[in-house]
């Protein structure tokens, strides 16, 4: 893991530095569009470039916002700290990177939370039915569906139901715009709960219809495996109802591909989604992330990305040790 955290973050840091548009050029064009130190081409003094903008307050730029030394340099001090877990102040905010990260967690962990727990609790059951059912019209029917859903992409998803239910041109059904109302506060304790849930209806939606298929299908797929092994074929010979050969038998054994996938569950930290936070106007790590990539905020993507990347490592981890729980036949040493 810790290889990999160092390479991640090098070659991120190389490339956000090769990019052009540093912090220091936003800053000058920033001073020059606003009217400071603006002369007439060729009429500088020394000591000025062909903008009026002194050596000075460029040198002053580039010591506040660290440029002033190497990239490598830079690099090795960004290291330095991140053991103190100081990520730097962010330029766009002007706040500690850690402050403004930790601002964004309550959007994107609130969808993250509730879509992880809604698609295990829908999907396991539904892609067991379908198993079951393999062949029937209701696996017919049900896959057409999920097919569907799976083709359509969420930032699309989101605009259509805006347009059809939240006021675009048809219903007017839910709101569209942060967590809860501006009156949130003057509601009573089921007004707030219902405000809330109609906020999050049509955002949950897209943030699950990927997931959900895929989950769904991934459940059926490796049911219908085990129910071709030989054990199975053993108990049905036993005497043993289908209802039991599947639940006790076969189903263990094939919730081994989900519960594997249960690593993934600290990605909800960072469930952000650029296209659908701009949809549904959430200020969101998604949102974030894009903003600090357009703003040059090398501090603020260094550290949102080095958390994330922590959270996939970690998340990996888990999903090896949960491997071998539920496997006692795997065996890493």
Request: charged content about 20%.
């Amino acid at each position: 893991m810790i290889p990999t955290i160092f390479g991640i973050t090098l070659v991120v840091f190389a490339i956000i530095n090769l990019a052009p548009g540093s912090p220091v050029e936003r800053k000058l064009q920033e001073m020059r569009f606003g009217g400071m130190g603006q002369t007439q081409m060729g009429m500088d003094g020394p000591g000025k470039d062909s903008s009026g903008i002194s050596d000075e307050v460029l040198e002053a730029l580039k010591k506040q916002y660290g440029f002033d030394k190497p990239v490598h340099i830079r690099y090795l001090i960004w290291l330095k700290n991140i053991f103190k877990f100081d990520f730097g102040e962010s330029f766009t905010y002007e706040e500690p990177v850690t402050d403004v990260i930790i601002s964004k967690f309550p959007v994107s962990l609130q969808f993250g939370v509730i879509s992880l727990f809604l698609s295990y609790l829908i999907c396991i059951p539904l892609g067991v039915m379908k198993a079951v059912k393999n062949g029937a019209p209701f696996d017919i029917a049900s896959s057409f569906a999920l097919f569907v859903m799976y083709s359509i992409p969420g930032f699309m998803l989101g605009i259509l139901l805006i347009v059809f239910f939240a006021g675009g041109s048809f219903y007017e059904w839910f709101p569209v715009g942060e967590l809860y109302s501006d009156m949130y506060d003057d509601f009573s304790t089921w007004e707030k709960i219902t405000d809330r849930v109609e906020h999050f209806i049509l955002p949950l939606i897209c943030y699950m219809i990927g997931s959900f298929t895929v989950l769904t299908m991934l459940m059926k797929n490796s049911l219908l495996d085990e129910v071709g092994k030989d054990y199975v074929r053993t108990a049905r010979a036993k005497g043993l109802s289908e209802r039991m050969v599947y639940l006790k038998h076969a189903l263990r054994n094939s919730l081994i591909p989900i519960v594997t996938g249960l690593g993934g569950f600290l990605s909800v930290f960072f469930a952000g989604s650029m296209l659908l936070e701009m949809i549904f106007n959430l200020d969101g790590i998604g949102l974030m992330s894009y903003q600090a990539v357009l703003e040059r905020d090398y501090n603020l993507i260094m550290g949102s990305l080095f958390i994330q990347a922590v959270i996939m490592l970690v998340g990996n981890l888990i999903s090896d040790l949960a491997y071998v729980v539920v496997d006692p036949r795997i065996d890493f040493k």
